[in-house]
């Protein structure tokens, strides 16, 4: 069983910056892989930023150089610090966690999502 609760979202101008927390309850955090991902008005969800059990860290080329993912495992917390905000980052932000790693979340689907939170980006 798994349950996550993310929190962090609001409305910013572009430029600015959000720091989005997710707080991650399952049987075995500390191992988590654990991501997150972003659904824009219409559009499909995709995965913009991961983590692994040892640290290990991708991101999606929309964001790179602009977001870090980390986290907290004495605090079994997931974190994405988003700076340099634009208006094509508004979106629901999902945090979604696994026991397996990253790797093969991506192929059979990552089990455990929170709830989201919205970012809207103001031009």
């Known amino acids: 069983q798994g349950h996550l609760v993310e929190s962090g979202g609001g409305s910013v101008q572009a430029g600015g910056s959000l720091r989005l927390s997710c707080v991650v309850s399952?049987?075995?955090?500390?191992?988590?892989?654990m991501a997150w991902f972003r659904q824009p008005p219409g559009k499909e969800r995709e995965e913009i930023a991961s983590?692994?059990?040892?640290?290990?860290?991708t991101y999606a080329d929309s964001v790179k150089g602009r977001f870090t993912i980390s986290k907290d495992t004495a605090k079994n917390s997931l974190y994405l610090q988003m700076n340099n905000l634009r208006p094509e980052d508004t979106a629901m932000y999902y945090c979604?966690?696994?026991?397996?790693?990253?790797?093969?979340?991506?192929?059979?689907?990552?089990?455990?999502w929170g709830q989201g939170t919205q970012v809207t980006v103001s031009s």
């Open positions: 979604a966690s696994d026991e397996i790693p990253t790797a093969v979340a991506r192929i059979v689907g990552w089990n455990y």
């Open positions: 399952l049987s075995s955090s500390k191992t988590a892989s």
């Open positions: 983590i692994d059990s040892d640290g290990g860290t």
